[in-house]
């Protein structure tokens, strides 16, 4: 057994797991894509509502920067399969699942950003409370904990030393 094997835990060859690592990758990428796609229909559709006109200039703006990271978010999210569909079958499988990797961290952080911006526009919007920073803050320290400090803290304490 080589030192690889040992740091991976398996006995596999590179091809074995980028292929394992892809169809994990393409799950995740899954679940994420629903939530994006669903809010991002959701804020396409604000604009046509009447009540749109009536929203001051900062939650106007507020809107389209949310459906701009909405937008982004749904590109780097569909953005492995398309990369997959474009690269299958040129041997480059390992190189793909580390690209795909990278645009779907790009895709979660900016689906965090377009959650928590629609936050402070509904919040806004529903409430005219103070207290929406707030709640917001608190919200964003939510996914914060459970999309990267839970997982970084998991990694930490279960690698492999």
Do not use: N
């Not at 604009?47 to 006109?53: I, L, N, T």
């Not at 390992?94 to 779907?104: D, G, I, K, N, Q």
């Amino acid at each position: 057994m080589t030192d690889e094997e040992t740091r991976r835990g398996r006995h596999e060859t590179e091809d074995e797991r980028a292929d394992r690592m892809w169809t994990d990758l393409i799950q995740e990428v899954r679940v994420a894509q629903t939530g994006v796609q669903i809010l991002f229909g959701f804020l396409l559709t604000v604009v046509f509502q009447q009540k749109y006109a009536q929203l001051s200039h900062v939650d106007k703006t507020i809107y389209i920067v949310t459906v701009v990271l909405g937008a982004s978010a749904t590109g780097a999210l569909i953005g492995p399969v398309s990369l997959h569909r474009l690269v299958s079958g040129r041997r480059v499988k390992p190189e793909a699942v580390r690209l795909a990797s990278r645009l779907t961290s790009i895709g979660l952080f900016l689906l965090l950003a377009t959650m928590t911006a629609s936050l402070v526009l509904i919040l806004r919007v529903a409430t005219h409370g103070g207290y929406v920073t707030w709640v917001v803050v608190a919200v964003l320290v939510w996914y914060l904990l459970c999309w990267y400090a839970v997982p970084l803290w998991a990694r930490r304490r279960h690698s492999v030393r």
